[in-house]
């Protein structure tokens, strides 16, 4: 295994896709770059492009694409991500921001898109049994058989469903990702850089399925 990777993972919710992105991350000896960390880290540095995205935040909005563009570039311009390589987990989301990262990596271009594919219908059941512990955020999976009430083994809170994770909440969540994403992966599938990947399965064949790929790509 030779060290370095510079990829882009798009997936739906619940596709498995921060697990694998953690297991890359480590395995190519890579930042695992996501949107949410990007803009935690601009705005905890207090760097003049975090303060732009804070004023937005504060006031109830979306972070637009010339604020998340300006943060990318900021990120992949540091040492570790110039050297070694990254991972883009959440960026880009729309075809602006693709052509934007497609100018800020011109002399180091992406290896490949990866687009982490799961149906629907098992997101859907997997998001649907997601249970969490209202106090300390454990994770749980529910089977149907728990004993109610259902008490966290970690800090013997009450174990719930999240508002956000009903079948219906989900599925309109699901509705705006894939109305989004469908521009992004026709873009980089008529250009011939998208590499879809079958999710479905134990993360160890999963995984194996994505740095087969990846390495593959690195190749060319």
């Not at 596709?15 to 890359?24: E, F, M, N, Y």
């Not at 991972?87 to 989301?93: A, E, K």
């Not at 521009?183 to 990947?197: A, D, K, M, N, S």
Request: aromatic share 4%; hydrophobic share 40%.
């Amino acid at each position: 295994m030779i060290p370095g990777a510079r990829l882009i993972i798009l997936g739906r919710q619940g596709a498995g896709k921060g697990t694998q992105c953690v297991r890359l991350s480590r395995h190519y000896v890579v930042p695992h770059i996501s949107t949410g960390d990007m803009l935690r880290a601009a705005v905890r540095e207090r760097t003049e492009v975090g303060a732009a995205a804070r004023e937005v935040m504060d006031a109830g909005s979306l972070v637009g694409d010339e604020i998340m563009i300006a943060i990318v570039d900021e990120r992949l311009q540091r040492a570790d991500a110039q050297t070694r390589g990254y991972i883009l987990d959440g960026f880009p989301r729309t075809v602006a921001q693709a052509e934007a990262l497609d100018k800020i990596t011109v002399d180091r271009p992406i290896h490949v898109v990866i687009d982490l594919d799961v149906p629907r219908e098992i997101v859907v059941a997997r998001i649907s049994a997601r249970r969490v512990c209202r106090d300390c955020g454990t994770n749980y999976t529910s089977t149907g058989q728990e004993r109610q009430p259902w008490i966290c083994e970690v800090c013997g809170g009450d174990v719930m469903q999240r508002d956000d994770d009903t079948p219906d909440a989900v599925n309109r969540r699901l509705d705006l990702y894939e109305s989004q994403t469908a521009p992004l992966i026709e873009f980089y599938g008529t250009q011939g850089r998208l590499e879809v990947i079958d999710g479905v399965g134990h993360p160890d064949e999963v995984f194996r399925r994505l740095t087969t790929a990846i390495d593959q790509s690195r190749a060319l």
